[in-house]
């Protein structure tokens, strides 16, 4: 990507392709463009549609497209009230950002292919100051937008909740999707967003939960070093077996420096049968606990990678696969709830119940 200052088309100057003007957003935003010293005619709807994007919005600041891990375009939202604008280093920060996020979705999805869910096509990284989206929008094709978390009210929201954090979740969906259009491609349901718009276009019927009729029970696995007359440790994992659903939220467990103290999970349950036709049960339980034992390290590098857009301190992280997400939740210093659903369709919802989990974990 490159580095040249911003240019304000309403002055009028023009400096060659690398830079180009503004237009005006809400409340008099200005917008500052980067083009990469690859751009040509091909880019020239994605950038379009990217600058319409974020000049709609109210609570987006930065969207970039990379392929092949290298940077398109960027446009970033600055405000245009006076001298409260995001300087030319911290916009340099957001394209740095962009990049690591790039290639961290890269290495995620080489790890999560492991399980038979499909492609990485959406991360959040939800932090302090900001929460940053990845969305895959072709192979090799990346958008990434930010948006600054808002102060806490009076009552905290909780994090999926957060409306300016939502809202811009499903603004930049939406435009993943637009950027798939223009090549032909069909809708990807990133974070169950798609499936929640067009609900109301479905038959009642076919939005009926599950069957009642009894499941398989929980499945629990604890470390054996945990005291089984512990009575926080069992009213933590009641918590967990509570919260679990075969229509949603489907695994939950407990991560603390290191190793999985707990996990409970519904995996076994014949309803879900139709997500293991190439995966066994036992293996999508290992891999899930694994995964759990490495959280604390790979959330780590997570934020050492985009921590000056985002902040240091954790909200959440989704890693949003095409059928279903992982879930990871700080509960305490040290410690972290990871969840996990199966069904795109409930992703949202899974995310809400994670994070009330987590908030009941750490009380």
Known sequence: MTNRRPVDRSEG????????????????????????????????????????????????????????????????????????????????????????????????????????????????????????????????????????????????????????????????????????????QRPTDYGGWLWLSERDLVEPAAL???????????????????????????????????????????FAAVCRYGAVSFSVDVLGDDRLSPFFDSITVAQRRRFYRDFGARIESRLRGLLRSVYPVVGRRLARAVFDVEQGALYCYPIRPGEFLLGVTLDQNRVGSADDKVARLARDLGD
């Open 13 to 184: 100057e023009k400096v060659g392709v690398d830079a180009v003007g503004h237009v005006d957003g809400p409340d008099s935003a200005r917008l500052v463009e980067y083009l990469g010293a690859h751009y040509g005619p091909g880019h020239q709807r994605a950038f379009e549609l990217c600058r319409q994007s974020l000049g709609d919005s109210r609570d987006l600041v930065h969207l970039a497209q990379y392929t092949a891990g290298v940077g398109d375009f960027t446009v970033d939202r600055i405000d245009g009230s006076g001298d409260g604008g995001p300087s030319e280093g911290t916009l340099d920060d957001y394209r740095s950002a962009g990049r690591n996020l790039v290639h961290d979705m890269a290495d995620l999805d080489e790890e999560l292919q492991q399980v038979q869910s499909g492609d990485l096509i959406r991360l959040v990284v939800h932090a302090d100051q900001a929460a940053l989206f990845g969305f895959s929008v072709l192979r090799n094709r990346f958008l990434v937008g930010l948006a600054h978390t808002p102060p806490p009210g009076v009552e905290p929201c909780p994090a999926p909740r957060v409306p300016a954090i939502r809202a811009a979740d499903i603004e930049v969906s939406a435009l993943a999707n637009r950027l798939r259009a223009v090549v032909s």
């Open 208 to 250: 009926a939960a599950p069957s009642n009729s009894p499941g398989n029970p929980p499945t629990e696995v604890r470390d054996p070093d945990l005291a089984e007359d512990d009575e926080d440790v069992q009213h933590r994992i009641a918590r967990c077996r509570d919260a679990l659903d075969v229509e949603d939220l489907h």
